[in-house]
Structure formats: C-alpha cells, structure tokens
C-alpha cells in the first residue's frame, strides 16, 4: 500500500529515460530551469561546430561522456551518454540544451530539472511523514545536491568549450557581420587607438607576474580607487575566460568578461576585454635590476571609442598600479 510513490518514482525514470535516448524534442526543450549560462563569443566562424566536435572537446572527463543531438539549426539537446565504459556513473538531475546565437555572437546553455527529481522529492516528504523514517530524505537531499554540482561544472565546461569551439583567432574578420570598406580599425593606424601606462615597480619580475596571476592577489588590487571586485572565474591560459564583477565605492556594479589570448610567463599577458566597452589590453614585464618594468597597453577597435574611455581610464590606471604598488609591499 505505501510503496506506490516508489512505483511512480520509477515508471517516470522509465519514461524519463526512453524520451531522453529518443532525444524527444519537447522534453528538451520544456521544463524547469535549474541552470542558465551565456558566453559571448569572439569572433565567431561563419559555421557552428557539429556534435562530434563538442563530443571531442569535452571527451576528457572522469565522468560518462556527452552526447550531443542536433535539434534544429544552431541548437543543440546534451546528456550524458547511457555507456561510459569505466567512468564515474551517476543518475543526472538535468538534461541540456545548447544553443549558439548569431544574433549578438553569444553562446547560451540550459539545465532543465529531470522530472524524476520532483517525484524523488515527493518521495523523500512520504517517507518522513507518512514512514516516519527521516534517513531516506537526508541521503536522497545529499545525493541530488551532489550530482547537482558535479553537472553545474560539467554544463559550464560545456559553455566554454561551445565558445571555443566557436571562436577563431583574433585576426580574422567576424564573418557574421559585413566588413564595411572602410572600417576604421583597418585604414586608422594604432597609435591613434591606442592607450599606454608604464611605471617601474620596486619588486622582482616573478613577484609582479604573481601578483596578476593569482586571482587571490589579483582581486585585492584591480580597479581604481575604491573598487572592490568578485571573481566568478579565472583561468589564465589562452582560451581561459577571465569573468568577475568590479563593485563601485557608490555599490553599482560592473559586470567584466575577457578571454586570455597569450600567456607567456613571466615576461607577457595578452587579454581581450569582450565585455563592453571592447578593447585587447597587453601587458608586459620587463626585469631591471631588482625591480620591473611594467608596460600596461590598450588597444581600441577605432581612435573614437579610444578617446571616450582615454578621459576616465587613463588616470583609472595610474590608480590600479598604485594598488599594484600597495599589494606588492605586502608580498615582499
């Protein structure tokens, strides 16, 4: 008699998993968001990458690998696949949807919640109020909260390797948009787009690298005065995705996102700023004696973005290696 809601909790797996191995359009595309991630993507290619490609990119895991199902043209259904040989299996909580939107270059991915997990629940509150029995709940709540984050981290992967996937070097036109003939970042020279801070610090060359390598440093110092900052990622490496907010001493925020392009330790650091406004920013690291050259460079898509940000952020740079400065003293 009290053992229908685990009859229900299984016919709906069972349900659950022949729509899901028939990539049923509806059940992936309906349903209750439990995650929700969107990338801009640089410079994105004139075709989507294909499901092998994202199934190859994302193949190194502990974990069973992904499958990708095309649902119709640049939107994807994703889950992981029923065989993963000798991986780390688990029951998924979510079921994926990946979709890559021309329209403003952006890379979108959605968690929906498997309906099995709203029965599981249903279960969890009979067995404490109809069974009296409360361990049922607590390891049914732990279990899903575990498999919950092992899926967040494997469906931001996913994000980041759609972007990359996507992406093409720096260089190359965006093919989405027509090149205008005159396009001011070709015919206008750098010079005129660009925005230069030097300043010879009073600490050894691996010391400054560290302090804008580790993110622990880096956040203490970045910004001009007054700005405080929370980082949600940083992984310095080309492709990795540098995204945080700067907090302003009135409390707005500014949301940041950039793609590192080159890292060559501890000489050279290459990132492009891809949130608003857009800019690639370089940054050198020369060692004289005991101390280091810093060299800070931006560089603007045309000589009139460059002007408008020049009056706020070229004494916002002279603030932020004053900052550098202080947290230096601190490494010494």
């Known amino acids: ?78 889950r992981e696949k029923i065989r993963g040989g000798l991986r780390l ?87 989405t948009v027509a090149p205008e003939k005159n396009d001011p970042s070709q015919s206008e020279p750098e010079s005129a787009r660009e925005i230069l801070t030097a300043r010879l610090l009073n600490a050894r060359r691996e010391v400054v690298f560290r302090a804008f390598s580790d993110p622990l440093h880096l956040a203490k110092w970045w910004g001009p005065a007054g700005f405080t900052n929370t980082f949600d990622e940083f992984d310095m490496r080309p492709g990795g995705f540098w995204r945080f907010t700067m907090h302003r001493p009135g409390g707005a925020d500014v949301l940041n996102e950039s793609v590192f392009v080159e890292v060559t330790r501890p000489e050279r650091i290459v990132f492009k700023h891809i949130s608003i406004p857009q800019f690639e920013v370089t940054l050198t690291f020369a060692e004289h004696d005991a101390k280091t050259q810093i060299g800070w460079r931006m560089l603007f898509g045309t000589s009139a973005e460059c002007e408008r940000v020049r009056k706020f952020a070229a004494r916002g740079n002279e603030e932020n290696l004053d900052r550098l400065e202080a947290e230096l003293a601190t490494m010494a």
């Open 89 to 175: 299996g688990y029951p998924p909580v979510m079921r994926g949807n990946l979709r890559l939107q021309r329209r403003g270059a952006r890379v979108e991915v959605i968690g929906l919640l498997n309906w099995f997990v709203l029965v599981f629940v249903g279960c969890a509150v009979f067995s404490v109020t109809v069974l009296r029995d409360p361990v049922f709940p607590l390891l049914a709540v732990g279990l899903l909260a575990v498999i919950y984050s092992i899926q967040f981290s494997r469906f931001s992967q996913v994000a980041r390797a759609a972007a990359a996937e996507w992406s093409m070097s720096g260089s190359r036109q965006n093919p």
């Open 1 to 78: 008699m009290n053992a229908w809601p685990f009859a229900l909790l299984l016919l709906v797996v069972i349900i659950e998993t022949v729509l899901s191995l028939r990539w049923n359009w509806t059940y992936f595309s309906v349903g209750i968001r439990v995650f929700h991630r969107v990338l801009p993507v640089l410079d994105p290619k004139a075709t989507t990458p294909y499901e092998e490609r994202l199934e190859a990119a994302l193949s190194s895991s502990a974990f069973p690998p992904l499958a990708f199902w095309a649902l119709e043209d640049d939107r994807f259904a994703f």
